[in-house]
């Protein structure tokens, strides 16, 4: 018997592994791993000293925000998987493949098909215009007040929400896992956060998210070559032999419950694949390589190894079907479902292929994986906090870096202090819907933006703030309205808005918005802008040109 996972206490949805029951449940209790609470320390450790060699480096904002752009094209491909990669990825997909088999493979290529789009589209011009954040391109001849805190606000809900889905996956993850009190992982992953950002800046963060890339795609691979040594090494075997074990039979092969109707599948892949080419964390890793060929290739080395992750992830969901199915070692016996719910078929499936000591490395790992993450969340958020709002718009640009570096590290404590509080608050609560509304508004404020800031010449200051505007509204409003919500959370009879996932409403409200509202702005204002393109076209392509977005 298998654990629906979408109704289940534990819920996984786009982006992060979240939990909704309060505590452990009876029977979900496993030992206390040595092993794993040995790694992760181990990791902490390591992790610690290299921010403590970071912030002997980290002097100016431009260190701060960018590593110095110094990081070379590999090395931030590398760090952006691992900023993408989060334990949803890990853990949640391989669960969804474990439970839904094809529902799975939808969440991998809808989080994939982002990249190229990035690659082509977004990568090399955003370098060329920006300096810290994706606001300093869509600033670049928009007026920066407006624009650019309607992008920081988008920016911070975003964080926010993700963050607070993060934190509660690691309470969640280390209660589960280590034995250790939900509180106190919460409290453990925030200052551990605190110390990487506020002193090691994007250096630290970026050699965390590479350390931590680097073993969570050596334990995939070694989970995924166990399981393919299982069957010869046939994926026509392992498809078939999975289809033999699970009770659906070949129903895995089918969409499921997540694509259940055409509207659903689209807005769905929709808010996966313009959510990942608006999300804030990512954008801002573009400034952390010198030249705009390096960011070029940062997109291209990131699209290979998440690409081949996902391949991992696939191959070890169907493994678990066929390695954990009616296997009472890893069930709970009161219910027959996997202890620790679904999402815990990766970990059961290490313990199995590998012992005790796998399972520690793969625990440790996940656990990793949420610290990185949630580093680069606290970053991104920091940097909208001082940069975008306190530098550019409270200051006019008059903050010197130093100045602006202060309010950075203050912005990161405050943050991180956040993130502890709602982690803890939100512990029994339904956050399924923050990470999905992280989602949507990323691909309905930021991307609209950043992409008409660029290709172009009739967007206005007005066109871009309130066009912006109407796609967060439209995207929380549904979100609220929807089934998530409206019946899950507000326990109401039938939701007003049928869908669940409002990304394809609310990103055509926000282009529509965008348009109709620059070309019926014909003031001065407005001419000087749509002048100004062929100036940001330039420098877009070169790097040369115009003064640039720090003008602003």
Same mark, same amino acid.
């Given at each position: 018997?298998?654990?629906?996972? /979408?109704?289940?206490?534990?819920?996984?949805?786009?982006?992060?592994?979240?939990?909704?029951?309060?505590?452990?449940?009876?029977?979900?209790?496993?030992?206390?791993?040595?092993?794993?609470?040995?790694?992760?320390?181990?990791?902490?450790?390591?992790?610690?000293?290299?921010?403590?060699?970071?912030?002997?480096?980290?002097?100016?904002?431009?260190?701060?925000?960018?590593?110095?752009?110094?990081?070379?094209?590999?090395?931030?491909?590398?760090?952006?998987?691992?900023?993408?990669?989060?334990?949803?990825?890990?853990?949640?997909?391989?669960?969804?493949?474990?439970?839904?088999?094809?529902?799975?493979?939808?969440?991998?290529?809808?989080?994939?098909?982002?990249?190229?789009?990035? /690659?082509?589209?977004?990568?090399?011009?955003?370098?060329?215009?920006?300096?810290?954040?994706?606001?300093?391109?869509?600033?670049?001849?928009?007026?920066?007040?407006?624009?650019?805190?309607?992008?920081?606000?988008?920016?911070?809900?975003?964080?926010?929400?993700?963050?607070?889905?993060?934190?509660?996956?690691?309470?969640?993850?280390?209660?589960?896992?280590?034995?250790?009190?939900?509180?106190?992982?919460?409290?453990?992953?925030?200052?551990? /956060?605190?110390?990487?950002?506020?002193?090691?800046?994007?250096?630290?963060?970026?050699?965390?998210?590479?350390?931590?890339?680097?073993?969570?795609?050596?334990?995939?691979?070694?989970?995924?070559?166990?399981?393919?040594?299982?069957?010869?090494?046939?994926?026509?075997?392992?498809?078939?032999?999975?289809?033999?074990?699970?009770?659906?039979?070949?129903?895995?092969?089918?969409?499921?419950?997540?694509?259940?109707?055409?509207?659903?599948?689209?807005?769905?892949?929709?808010?996966?694949?313009?959510?990942?080419?608006?999300?804030?964390?990512?954008?801002?890793?573009?400034?952390?390589?010198?030249?705009?060929?390096?960011?070029?290739?940062?997109?291209?080395?990131?699209?290979?190894?998440?690409?081949?992750?996902?391949?991992?992830?696939?191959?070890?969901?169907?493994?678990?079907?066929?390695?954990?199915?009616?296997?009472?070692?890893?069930?709970?016996?009161?219910?027959?479902?996997?202890?620790?719910?679904?999402?815990?078929?990766?970990?059961?499936?290490?313990?199995?292929?590998?012992?005790?000591?796998?399972?520690?490395?793969?625990?440790?790992?996940?656990?990793?994986?949420?610290?990185?993450?949630?580093?680069?969340?606290?970053?991104?958020?920091?940097?909208?906090?001082?940069?975008?709002?306190?530098?550019?718009?409270?200051?006019?640009?008059?903050?010197?870096?130093?100045?602006?570096?202060?309010?950075?590290?203050?912005?990161?404590?405050?943050?991180?202090?956040?993130?502890?509080?709602?982690?803890?608050?939100?512990?029994?609560?339904?956050?399924?819907? /923050?990470?999905?509304?992280?989602?949507?508004?990323?691909?309905?404020?930021?991307?609209?933006?950043?992409?008409?800031?660029?290709?172009?010449?009739?967007?206005?200051?007005?066109?871009?703030?309130?066009?912006?505007?109407?796609?967060?509204?439209?995207?929380?409003?549904?979100?609220?309205?929807?089934?998530?919500?409206?019946?899950?959370?507000?326990?109401?009879?039938?939701?007003?808005?049928?869908?669940?996932?409002?990304?394809?409403?609310?990103?055509?409200?926000?282009?529509?918005?965008?348009?109709?509202?620059?070309?019926?702005?014909?003031?001065?204002?407005?001419?000087?802008?749509?002048?100004?393109?062929?100036?940001?076209?330039?420098?877009?392509?070169?790097?040369?040109?115009?003064?640039?977005?720090?003008?602003?």
């Amino acid at each position: 018997m298998h654990q629906p996972l /979408m109704s289940s206490r534990r819920i996984l949805t786009a982006g992060s592994l979240l939990w909704t029951g309060s505590a452990t449940a009876a029977g979900d209790a496993a030992p206390i791993n040595v092993v794993a609470i040995g790694m992760f320390l181990l990791f902490a450790l390591v992790t610690l000293g290299i921010t403590w060699w970071a912030a002997r480096r980290t002097r100016s904002a431009h260190d701060f925000y960018a590593a110095g752009g110094g990081i070379t094209g590999f090395q931030n491909g590398l760090a952006i998987a691992g900023d993408y990669m989060s334990a949803a990825s890990f853990l949640g997909i391989a669960g969804l493949v474990y439970t839904s088999g094809f529902d799975g493979l939808i969440y991998s290529i809808g989080f994939l098909v982002g990249w190229p789009l990035i /690659m082509f589209l977004l990568a090399e011009r955003l370098r060329n215009l920006g300096r810290y954040t994706f606001a300093d391109a869509v600033s670049f001849r928009l007026q920066a007040g407006p624009v650019r805190s309607l992008s920081a606000c988008g920016t911070l809900v975003v964080v926010v929400f993700y963050l607070i889905a993060q934190m509660v996956g690691a309470g969640k993850l280390i209660e589960v896992l280590f034995g250790l009190d939900y509180s106190i992982a919460v409290v453990v992953v925030g200052v551990l /956060m605190i110390i990487y950002v506020s002193f090691g800046g994007m250096l630290a963060t970026t050699w965390v998210q590479l350390i931590k890339a680097v073993l969570l795609l050596t334990g995939a691979s070694v989970m995924a070559i166990a399981v393919l040594a299982l069957v010869g090494f046939s994926f026509e075997a392992l498809i078939a032999r999975a289809v033999e074990r699970h009770p659906l039979g070949a129903r895995i092969l089918a969409p499921g419950p997540l694509v259940a109707d055409p509207v659903s599948a689209v807005s769905l892949g929709l808010a996966l694949m313009f959510g990942t080419a608006g999300l804030p964390h990512i954008l801002m890793r573009f400034f952390t390589v010198p030249d705009a060929r390096e960011a070029r290739r940062s997109v291209f080395y990131a699209t290979s190894f998440v690409a081949y992750f996902y391949l991992l992830i696939f191959i070890i969901g169907l493994g678990a079907v066929i390695v954990l199915t009616g296997e009472t070692r890893y069930t709970d016996a009161a219910t027959g479902l996997l202890r620790g719910g679904t999402n815990m078929a990766a970990i059961h499936l290490a313990q199995a292929v590998g012992g005790d000591i796998f399972l520690g490395f793969i625990s440790a790992v996940a656990f990793a994986t949420i610290l990185a993450v949630v580093s680069g969340l606290t970053l991104s958020g920091a940097s909208a906090l001082s940069h975008d709002l306190y530098a550019s718009v409270l200051r006019r640009g008059d903050a010197n870096p130093q100045e602006e570096l202060r309010v950075s590290r203050m912005a990161t404590i405050v943050l991180g202090a956040l993130a502890i509080v709602l982690g803890i608050q939100f512990e029994a609560q339904n956050v399924a819907y /923050m990470v999905g509304l992280a989602f949507a508004i990323a691909a309905s404020v930021n991307f609209p933006i950043l992409f008409l800031s660029m290709y172009w010449r009739g967007l206005t200051t007005r066109g871009a703030a309130l066009g912006g505007f109407m796609g967060l509204v439209t995207a929380v409003t549904l979100m609220v309205l929807g089934p998530t919500v409206w019946v899950d959370v507000l326990k109401h009879a039938a939701p007003v808005f049928p869908y669940k996932h409002p990304a394809l409403f609310s990103i055509s409200v926000a282009f529509v918005s965008i348009w109709l509202f620059s070309i019926t702005d014909r003031g001065p204002r407005a001419q000087a802008e749509r002048a100004a393109f062929r100036d940001q076209y330039i420098r877009a392509q070169t790097g040369l040109g115009a003064a640039g977005a720090s003008r602003h």
